[in-house]
């Protein structure tokens, strides 16, 4: 027994009048004009909408049950770089990247590993489950994977020079990963979605 509602309306309860691509380099970005159906109204809109459209992601919790370790990868981000906040612009990341044409959520997943640890799954790894990490203004759908395996082999720098990638990888106990957590030091929402759903699902 739930009283998790289900959502009030569908995918057919919007409608798209115009969309105009604004911008088109590094990400996308289009302008949306949009209405949608109301509950205190027979209609909402029609408002202008700006969206960052992007391809699927994959997130992989790479984990050695055995030694109890787990594997971040340290690299720049930009974001942070521009933040008002004196964070570091370098973040310890699971790894992570986007899927390419034609290309399935899984076999993302095994090239990403490979790209950035120079490991070769040898198991298909768990869907966790997906997730839009920004909805109100990005597409993006994020697959959470577990993958269990031998960090014996992981290297120690990876990278794709030609996508600008320097990274330098970590392997870190489970129990060092979970007090960074707790202790507020994991500061990017992906890592800290995958560490709460380890801490709570650990085998």
Same mark, same amino acid.
């Given at each position: #027994?739930?009283?998790?509602? @289900? +959502? &009030?309306?569908?995918?057919?309860?919007?409608?798209?009048?115009?969309?105009?691509?604004?911008?088109?380099?590094?990400?996308?970005?289009? @302008?949306?004009? =949009?209405?949608?159906?109301?509950? %205190?109204?027979?209609?909402?809109?029609? #408002?202008?909408?700006?969206?960052?459209?992007?391809?699927?992601?994959?997130?992989?919790?790479? *984990?050695?049950?055995?030694? %109890?370790?787990?594997?971040?990868?340290?690299?720049?981000?930009?974001?942070?770089?521009?933040?008002?906040?004196?964070?570091?612009?370098? #973040?310890?990341?699971?790894?992570?990247?986007? !899927?390419?044409?034609? @290309?399935? +959520?899984?076999?993302? !997943?095994?090239?990403?590993?490979? @790209?950035? /640890?120079?490991?070769?799954?040898?198991?298909?790894? %768990? =869907?966790?489950?997906?997730?839009?990490?920004?909805?109100?203004?990005?597409?993006?759908?994020?697959?959470?994977?577990?993958?269990? *395996?031998?960090? /014996?082999?992981?290297?120690?720098?990876?990278?794709q020079t030609g996508e600008y990638e320097d990274l330098k990888v970590h392997v870190i106990s489970v129990a060092s990963a979970l007090e960074a957590l707790q202790t507020k030091r994991v500061n990017?929402?992906? &890592?800290?979605?995958?560490? %709460?759903?380890?801490?709570?699902? #650990?085998?």
């Amino acid at each position: #027994m739930t009283d998790w509602p @289900e +959502p &009030t309306f569908g995918c057919t309860d919007w409608t798209l009048e115009a969309s105009e691509q604004l911008a088109d380099g590094f990400f996308q970005l289009d @302008e949306l004009r =949009l209405t949608h159906r109301g509950y %205190q109204r027979e209609s909402v809109g029609p #408002m202008l909408r700006e969206i960052l459209v992007r391809a699927p992601a994959v997130v992989v919790i790479l *984990c050695d049950l055995n030694r %109890q370790q787990v594997v971040m990868v340290e690299q720049f981000r930009v974001g942070p770089a521009m933040s008002e906040l004196d964070d570091s612009p370098w #973040m310890l990341e699971w790894v992570a990247g986007i !899927c390419e044409a034609n @290309e399935s +959520p899984l076999a993302t !997943c095994r090239r990403e590993v490979f @790209e950035e /640890t120079g490991l070769v799954l040898d198991a298909d790894p %768990q =869907l966790v489950f997906t997730y839009y990490p920004s909805p109100g203004g990005s597409n993006e759908l994020v697959f959470l994977y577990f993958a269990p *395996c031998d960090l /014996t082999k992981v290297e120690r720098f990876r990278g794709q020079t030609g996508e600008y990638e320097d990274l330098k990888v970590h392997v870190i106990s489970v129990a060092s990963a979970l007090e960074a957590l707790q202790t507020k030091r994991v500061n990017n929402a992906a &890592t800290i979605i995958g560490l %709460q759903w380890l801490h709570l699902n #650990m085998p």
